[in-house]
């Protein structure tokens, strides 16, 4: 007789004998890790701040256990599955739950606002009348800037994410100046970050090397400050952390293939100290550097 999922049976259980029911294995390539604590889950779903109304974006559903909790409280539930065979389990087990719907398929390769309007019609009347949605999803540590970026600058972007992470690279987009890199700076550019809450590594299976947190972004209905060629602000930013843990003078002339006296002229005209490092600058101080560069024609391809 097949196991039955019930609210005795304790979600490591639960999971192992949905592994075994269907014959799969956590795939290694795909940095597959089943969430089994439950109290998590309830961590989760509070940081996603749920109404019925909700809209919600599922990326990396798994075996369904996080998508079951979505489903109780949002108005409707999208989740996309890259693992087909994950994705056919799903199907089957999450049937009972008439307000979510599986999608086969790369999130990578999805438009969100494209994804939404195709799926509205099967909406409920409240999630219908929503204009925007949410994303929540336990991403594989190999992902994790990649499904941010697509999300962050896509067209139409969410009101609140709620993404478990590796606990470093939470630590890392949700830092300020003094610690800042690459990636906070290109997530805060769009929203707000914040760690929600440290997730130990047991709390998974299998047990992955490091441990996770939570971390919810708020995204802002515009970016957070004036930039009119995002493209070449961001080339800026990558220019600046080009050479790990050097001065900005020499970092900048690397990176944006310029004479170090040049570069020093740029950071004097703008206010900052060349023996500065690129993790010590805020969001203010790239984008005055940014109209600096700009105006003297450094940044041309």
Known sequence: MAERDGPGRSLLVQTRGLLRRFGLKARKGLGQHFLVDGAVLGLITGAAELTPADIVVEVGPGLGVLTRELAREAGWV??????????????????????????????????????????????????????????????????????????????????????????????????????????????????????????????????????????????????????????????????????????????LGRGLVLPKAEVLALLEEAGIDPRRRAETLGLDEWTRLWQVVTRAGGLAC
């Open 78 to 251: 999208v989740s996309i599955e890259l693992d087909e065979k994950l994705a056919h389990v799903l199907k089957e087990t999450l049937a009972s739950c008439d307000n979510v719907t599986i999608i086969d398929g790369d999130v990578l390769r999805i438009d969100p606002a494209a994804l939404l309007d195709e799926q509205r019609a099967h909406f409920s009347p409240a999630a219908a009348a929503s204009s925007g949605y949410k994303v929540v999803a336990n991403l594989p540590y190999y992902i994790t800037a990649p499904v941010l970026r697509h999300f962050l600058e896509a067209p139409a972007r969410p009101e609140l994410m709620v993404v478990m992470v590796q606990k470093e690279v939470a630590e890392a987009i949700a830092a300020g100046p003094g610690k800042m890199s690459l990636m906070s700076v290109s997530v805060q550019f769009y929203g707000e970050p914040e760690v929600v809450s440290y997730v130990p590594a047991r709390c998974f299976y299998p047990v992955p090397e490091v441990d996770s947190a939570i971390l919810r972004i708020r995204p802002y209905p515009h970016p957070a400050v004036a930039v009119t060629d995002r493209e070449g602000f961001f080339r800026l930013v990558r220019a600046g952390f080009s050479a790990s843990r050097k001065q900005l003078a020499n970092s």
